[in-house]
């Protein structure tokens, strides 16, 4: 029988896996079409950022709804 040490680590176990499969998609190659608008986004911002899925003008937005609202 598992006791609360084990599930603790197997939880913790669990999270990493999930934060570094996240942090592998995020360092991605950039989009060349908004997710949001379905505008093209600029060469210099896929350039200056890799793994980008948004315009500068859908991902402030986004960085200020995210502010406000929680997940």
């Given amino acids: 029988m598992a006791d609360e040490i084990d599930i ?4 913790q176990s669990i999270v990493l896996d999930s934060q570094i499969a996240a ?5 991605g190659v950039s989009a060349f079409i908004c997710e949001d ?3 093209p986004i600029p060469e210099a911002r896929r350039l200056a950022f890799s793994g980008v ?3 500068i003008h859908c991902q402030e937005r986004h960085e200020l709804l995210s502010k406000h609202y929680r997940k």
Wanted: hydrophobic share 25%; proline share 0%.
């Fill in 23 to 27: 942090a592998r998609l995020s360092a």
């Fill in 53 to 55: 899925t948004r315009c």
């Fill in 37 to 39: 608008c379905d505008k």
């Fill in 8 to 11: 603790a680590q197997e939880r």
